[in-house]
């Protein structure tokens, strides 16, 4: 379901069971932000059987690159594959898009190889980026015809 101000507390209690493994505490108020300034278009929230379970988004830029952003399940549903139902859901949206060439996004250390699943690749790792011991992981997936068609097909 597209965000809306109603899921607000439901996605601030998903960020904040992922702190501090995977999110840092300071984190929380710049998530917090977000969902109240930016989240209107291009965040879903995911539900099973209207069970909240998460949620995640993406904004495109006018060069043709896009970013995942902020893709969050509640800790009570990892490894259930509702984080790559999010994922594949966003990307289908980006590959339907003929303007997007790239895809970015940065995670923690935890999720590389996650990622690297659905073809990302790492570009960059900052140490300690989010918070001491939490390390940034900056990474990126080129739209060729190849990739978009794999994307596409998928569904």
């Known amino acids: 379901k597209l965000y809306n101000g109603k899921y607000h507390t439901l996605c601030l209690d998903a960020f904040a069971s992922?702190?501090?493994i995977f999110f840092s505490q300071h984190e929380l108020d710049e998530y917090a932000t977000f969902l109240s300034k930016n989240a209107a278009d291009n965040y879903w929230?995911?539900?099973d059987?209207?069970?909240?379970?998460g949620a995640g988004?993406?904004?495109v830029s006018e060069n043709g690159s896009a970013r995942l952003c902020y893709g969050i399940i509640h800790a009570l549903h990892h490894k259930k594959g509702f984080g790559r139902a999010l994922v594949e859901y966003r990307l289908r949206k980006l590959a339907s898009n003929d303007?997007?060439?790239c895809i970015g996004l940065d995670t923690s250390q935890?999720?590389?190889g996650f990622f690297k699943r659905f073809g990302f690749g790492e570009i960059e790792v900052k140490p300690d980026a989010y918070a001491p011991g939490?390390?940034?992981h900056e990474m990126e997936l080129v739209l060729s015809p190849t990739n978009r068609k794999h994307i596409l097909d998928a569904t």
């Open 45 to 47: 929230c995911i539900f």
């Open 134 to 136: 939490l390390h940034a």
């Open 49 to 53: 059987n209207e069970q909240f379970i």
């Open 57 to 59: 988004g993406f904004w």
């Open 110 to 112: 935890h999720n590389p």
């Open 99 to 101: 303007s997007v060439k």
């Open 18 to 20: 992922n702190i501090p």
